[in-house]
């Protein structure tokens, strides 16, 4: 039972964990919490939806149109709704306040042209489960545990030790200074978002395969905030940490204990981390937060 | 002048909006005043499926009905507004409604939105019915006090917990129940205690007890120890999206049991969302397509609109319709004491659904009957009737 807990427990984290990646991503350089991410990934898994059932394209392709046209589309709520709150040097609560605007118009977008209905993916693997030495997990579930690990790795890497990636971590230093040096401000921020919004992608579909698409489902992403913040905000590693450790708190908590307090227990669990490490774990206030 | 232009676009803008809203739907046939009556509906949102249905089915009606010279010779009009099943919006547009001056509405369709409706509807002394608002306390309060003006033309949660419970010990032989809700649900929490009631009486266990918030997906934590109590059957008072899900999760866990859940679970989401794993559930449903008394109806509407409804809300939001009309002819008017008076003493009012009588003290309906029906090679099938 508690193997089984252990692995449900990852399965749920490993998705919180890729989804707060690109919250922590966009915080770490604009220092504001994106709301609008959770409408990126539902725009994304809508995508993915209409690749696979209306225009009939194989997994592999869908996931990469998917996750191009998810990117485009974070790229676009970057440059409509935040640049010019930038250009003009707004406090971090108005682009959050445009945040939220651009998710609700988003989702009402969605109930206008496409509807309220839900929409159930084609099943990738028929009902396949793997035995993991008496517990259970879906296929589906280690085949997205190990991409998203992957993207996220892929993504530590370029940050860490490409030109532009230290063009990033130099912004989201110090984004004044990193500007003198000559780093180009709205390329890296574009870039960041355009990150951040192939991961949604990513994100959009993993989660239509396992649940559905439908035009809330942007906010299920509040608990992929929470782990990033448990992490701490603008952490990549700590997004993970945090979302895998979220993810099992959870399960052992609903196991456990009662799975009507689950949710007491998480926000206990953030406002205690918050208390004692104000930054969240792996968080690092003005010193290198990539 | 750009000041000037832009205060004459904002003028025609709100001229236009306010066209639009007194437009409202169904045919102005006669030369005198309409009637108006409210719809509270979800036409967005997880409900929107069944809002769409009751909208289609009171438009066929009422097009019918005013064909035929309408209501004391007055046309009937509709003012409808979307409630997303939400309850502040329910709230805001029960004072819309009030202000537009309808005589009665129909709707909301869910208990716990129409209860806040109530706080609205009740000092304005507006008569509202409840569709497939099977919530006790949408007409009589905890304390016994009934709500003058409210009425629902469906079988309450008790009732319905009684089938399922019945159902599970006497068809599915389940002697070992486990229970999952939605805790943020007045109708999965308040279904659940009727058939925990009901089915502890009849000698089975409840062996586990479990819950999941509005709004989640993953539930895989929950079944694994519905799994580990060794439970017969899982009862799921739940909305159509969460059961489908569920049902996908709890058989990729490797759980066997039998799936039994209430009305809300009558949509064809359920098989979409849960696909295979939602063969052979069974769930209690307030009416069904396959009712021949309702054939001629579900053609006539599959003709109109191009597919079946959605049952079981339209069905009931027509029977509401028909009430409204009976309080109307008999009074002579649309006083809302005198209707509410003709309402709860009417016998055997012909309605679509069969013949409808209330109950004084509670109105709710009496004598009506529920099914049960399952799924087979991925169509919802009827398995049996109860009464």
């Known amino acids: 039972m508690l193997m089984q807990t252990l692995v449900t427990g990852i399965a749920v984290g490993g998705v919180y964990a890729l989804m707060a990646v690109g919250y922590s991503l966009i915080f770490s350089i604009l220092n504001f919490s994106n709301f609008a991410y959770g409408s990126i990934i539902m725009l994304g898994s809508y995508v993915g939806f209409f690749s696979l059932t209306s225009f009939g394209m194989p997994f592999p392709l869908a996931l990469v149109v998917t996750m191009l046209v998810a990117a485009l589309l974070s790229f676009l709520n970057e440059r409509i709704s935040y640049s010019s709150l930038r250009k003009r040097k707004a406090p971090s609560l108005y682009f959050m306040i445009s945040a939220m605007g651009t998710s609700i118009f988003l989702e009402n977008i969605v109930y206008a042209t496409i509807g309220a209905s839900f929409k159930a993916y084609p099943p990738l693997f028929a009902q396949a489960t793997v035995d993991l030495g008496g517990s259970t997990i879906g296929k589906l579930d280690l085949f997205a545990i190990f991409f998203s690990a992957a993207a996220i790795l892929v993504m530590h890497y370029f940050i860490k030790h490409s030109r532009t990636g230290i063009a990033i971590r130099a912004a989201s230093y110090d984004s004044t200074i990193a500007q003198i040096n000559g780093v180009n401000l709205n390329y890296v921020i574009g870039l960041v978002f355009v990150l951040a919004g192939l991961l949604a992608g990513i994100s959009g579909v993993f989660l239509g395969l396992k649940y559905m698409a439908y035009p809330t489902m942007g906010w299920i992403t509040n608990k992929a905030y929470v782990s990033a913040v448990i992490g701490g905000l603008g952490s990549l590693p700590g997004a993970v940490v945090g979302g895998l450790l979220l993810g099992v708190l959870e399960s052992l908590i609903s196991v456990y204990i009662r799975s009507t307090i689950r949710d007491v227990f998480s926000f206990t669990f953030l406002i205690t981390v918050l208390l004692f490490m104000p930054s969240g774990l792996f968080g690092k206030y003005l010193e290198e937060k990539v | ?387």
């Open chain 2, 1 to 387: 002048m750009l000041k000037k232009t832009v205060s004459f676009l904002l003028v025609c803008l709100f001229t236009a909006a306010l066209t639009a809203c007194g437009g409202g739907s169904g045919g102005n046939s006669g030369g005198s005043d309409p009637i108006l009556i409210g719809h509270e509906v979800a036409l967005t949102g997880g409900s929107a499926l069944w809002g769409e249905s009751e909208q289609n089915a009171l438009d066929m009606e009422i097009e019918k009905i005013n064909a035929a010279g309408g209501v004391l010779g007055r046309p009937i009009e509709f003012k409808r507004y979307d409630n997303k099943a939400d309850q502040t919006e329910a709230v805001n547009v029960a004072n819309r409604l009030v202000a537009d001056g309808v005589c009665a509405i129909i709707g909301p369709a869910q208990s716990g939105v129409f209860i806040a409706a109530t706080s609205v509807t009740e000092p304005a002394k507006i008569i509202m019915i409840g569709t497939t608002t099977t919530n006790e306390k949408c007409t009589v309060d905890d304390d016994g006090s009934l709500h003058p003006y409210n009425f629902r033309t469906t079988i309450i949660d008790s009732y319905q917990g009684l089938v399922a419970a019945n159902f599970a010990v006497e068809d599915l032989g389940s002697t070992k129940a486990a229970i999952f809700i939605d805790i943020g649900s007045d109708y999965s929490q308040g279904l659940a205690a009727h058939f925990r009631n009901v089915y502890t009486q009849l000698g089975g266990t409840i062996v586990a007890d479990e819950a999941f918030r509005s709004e989640e997906l993953d539930y895989r934590a929950q079944l694994g120890k519905i799994k580990d109590s060794g439970a017969d059957l899982v009862f799921m008072p739940t909305m159509q999206k969460e059961a489908g899900l569920a049902m996908k999760q709890a058989r990729e866990l490797g759980l066997t049991c039998n799936f039994l859940g209430g009305d809300a679970w009558a949509s064809v989401e359920l098989v979409e969302l849960g696909g295979a794993a939602t063969e052979g559930c069974f769930y209690v449903n307030l009416a069904s397509l396959e009712d021949p008394n309702l054939a001629e109806w579900v053609a006539a509407y599959n003709t109109k609109w191009g597919k079946n409804p959605v049952m079981p809300n339209p069905v009931f939001a027509v029977d509401a319709l028909y009430v409204i009309i009976d309080a109307i002819e008999s009074t002579g008017g649309t006083d809302p004491d005198e209707m509410a008076a003709h309402i709860e003493n009417i016998r055997d009012l012909k309605v679509l659904t069969g013949y409808i009588s209330f109950e004084p003290e509670t109105h709710n309906p009496t004598g009506k009957s529920a099914v049960i029906e399952t799924v087979k090679d991925g169509e919802f099938t009827f398995y049996k009737g109860v009464s």
